[in-house]
T-cell receptor, first 114, second 112 residues
Framework: NAGVTQTPKFQVLKTGQSMTLQCAQD?????MSWYRQDPGMGLRLIHY???????DQGEVPNGYNVSRSTTEDFPLRLLSAAPSQTSVYFC?????????????FGQGTRLTVV | GESVGLHLPTLSVQEGDNSIINCAYS??????FIWYKQESGKGPQFIID?????DKRQGQRVTVLLNKTVKHLSLQIAATQPGDSAVYFC???????????FGKGTTLSVSS
C-alpha cells in the first residue's frame, strides 16, 4: 500500500536549471496538490488539481508549472530554479468524505538551489 | 495573508500532562478544519477534523474544540506521551475536498 510516492527525496540544483518533481498516488483520489514548506512556516499551497486535465493555482504558484494527464500522477515542474525555491516540497492526494475531506501526504522532496 | 494561524510556535510539556494547542482563523466562511501532526522528516498526518456545525469532536486521546464566535480552534491531547512530540498544524479546506490552507504550526516537545 504505497499511498503517495514522491521522487526524488533529495535534489540539489544550480540556479537556472529546470527539473520535475514526481508525485504518484495509488488510492484513486480525485484531488491532488503541491505544497512547499519553509523553516518555521506552515505548508503553502502551490498548485492543485481536482481531476485529470484540471489544475489551478494556489497561494504561491510563480515559478512552478503542473499538469495532470492521469488520475495517478501530478508532476511539479520548476522552469528555472532560483535560490528562493529552496524548500521541502510535499505532494498530497485527497478525497471528499462525509463532512469534509482527508488528505494524504508524501514523504517530501528536499530541494536545494545553489 | 494567511487565514489560519497558531498562537504559539512552541509548547513544552511533561509526559502524562494534557496538552492544548491553539489556532485562530480569520475566514468566518470556513466550514471545515483539520489538525495534522508532522514528525521530523515526514509528511503531515491527519489527526482529527471538525465541521463548522460542531463545537467539539473527540478521537482517541485527542479532542478538537471549535469556537466560531471568536474563530478559534484548539487541539487537546490527553496524557501526552513522548511519541506525541511533533509539529502540529491546523488547516482549513479551500473548497471541500480540493486543497488545504495551513497555519504556521506549533512544535510540541514532551519530556519524560
Amino acid at each position: 500500500n504505497a499511498g503517495v510516492t514522491q521522487t526524488p527525496k533529495f535534489q540539489v540544483l544550480k540556479t537556472g536549471q529546470s527539473m520535475t518533481l514526481q508525485c504518484a498516488q495509488d488510492m484513486n483520489h480525485e484531488y491532488m496538490s503541491w505544497y512547499r514548506q519553509d523553516p518555521g512556516m506552515g505548508l503553502r499551497l502551490i498548485h492543485y488539481s481536482v481531476g485529470a486535465g484540471i489544475t489551478d493555482q494556489g497561494e504561491v504558484p510563480n515559478g512552478y508549472n503542473v499538469s495532470r494527464s492521469t488520475t495517478e500522477d501530478f508532476p511539479l515542474r520548476l522552469l528555472s530554479a532560483a535560490p528562493s525555491q529552496t524548500s521541502v516540497y510535499f505532494c498530497a492526494s485527497s478525497y471528499s468524505k462525509r463532512g469534509g475531506t482527508e488528505a494524504f501526504f508524501g514523504q517530501g522532496t528536499r530541494l536545494t538551489v545553489v | 495573508g494567511e487565514s489560519v494561524g497558531l498562537h504559539l510556535p512552541t509548547l513544552s510539556v511533561q509526559e502524562g500532562d494534557n496538552s492544548i494547542i491553539n489556532c485562530a482563523y480569520s475566514n468566518s466562511a470556513s466550514d471545515y478544519f483539520i489538525w495534522y501532526k508532522q514528525e521530523s522528516g515526514k509528511g503531515p498526518q491527519f489527526i482529527i477534523d471538525i465541521r463548522s456545525n460542531m463545537d467539539k469532536r473527540q478521537g482517541q486521546r485527542v479532542t478538537v474544540l471549535l469556537n466560531k464566535t471568536v474563530k478559534h480552534l484548539s487541539l487537546q491531547i490527553a496524557a501526552t506521551q513522548p511519541g506525541d512530540s511533533a509539529v502540529y498544524f491546523c488547516a482549513e479546506n479551500m473548497v471541500t475536498g480540493t486543497a488545504l490552507i495551513f497555519g504556521k504550526g506549533t512544535t510540541l516537545s514532551v519530556s519524560s
